[in-house]
């Protein structure tokens, strides 16, 4: 499992939520080998994802949380890679607001493991929001649960403060310090860094 990386991108779209729209900046990983790998998040474009994915085979779709900007493209990147989707049932009420005519994604449970990247339930930005921690790694993934400077924004419907502060203190600074956080928007950080 030496030859296991994790690969970035980025795709642009719009957030919409609450009859607001906003440009966003969306960060694509991918962690494989060379022959295969997972794809976390699905945001934006299926050629701007699959130019990270570069010619692997997927195993699987594993996504953070079911805002828009998340799974826009997430049934047509399952249809064009073959691969399931994974998503928290918590997430069910946003993902019908998206994708109201498709099926709910595979399930996630906290404590799950897919691919060598361990599902820690961490709710507050929304209800079933998760991290995918991967140990051999050294890395998590935490979607828009923690960003460099703090917590994910709780300003909108079917988010929680005092929540997201409970799930990043009791599920993310409690990993390892020196554990790089690869967010769902916007640069890296760690958990040393953010547990000031
Ligand atoms: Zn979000």
Redesign the pocket.
């Known amino acids: 499992m030496a030859s296991v990386r994790v690969d970035h991108g980025v795709t642009s779209g719009t957030f919409s939520l609450d009859g607001q729209t906003f440009e966003v900046d969306n960060n694509v990983w991918v962690v494989g080998d060379d022959r295969q790998c997972v794809v976390l998040d699905a945001p934006h474009s299926v050629p701007g994802i699959l130019d990270v994915v570069a010619g692997r085979a997927v195993t699987a779709i594993l996504l953070t ?1 079911a ?1 828009d ?2 799974v826009r493209v997430a049934p047509e990147l399952a249809e064009a890679t073959g691969a399931p989707l994974y998503l928290h049932p918590a997430e069910e009420p946003l993902w019908k607001l998206t994708h109201p005519d498709r099926p709910m994604p595979q399930p996630l449970a906290d404590g799950q493991e897919i691919a060598g990247l361990h599902v820690l339930h961490t709710p507050g ?2 209800p079933g929001a998760v991290c995918f921690y991967a140990p051999d790694l050294n890395c998590v993934f935490t979607g ?1 649960t923690l960003f460099h400077g703090g917590p ?1 924004a709780t300003g909108r419907s079917y988010s929680d403060y005092d929540t997201i502060v409970a799930s990043i203190r009791e599920r993310l600074f409690t990993l390892p310090s020196a554990t790089v956080v690869h967010t769902g928007h916007g640069r890296d950080t760690l958990i040393a860094a953010e547990r000031l």
Do not use: K, N
């Open positions: 949380h805002h900007d998340h930005h929304s828009d994910g």
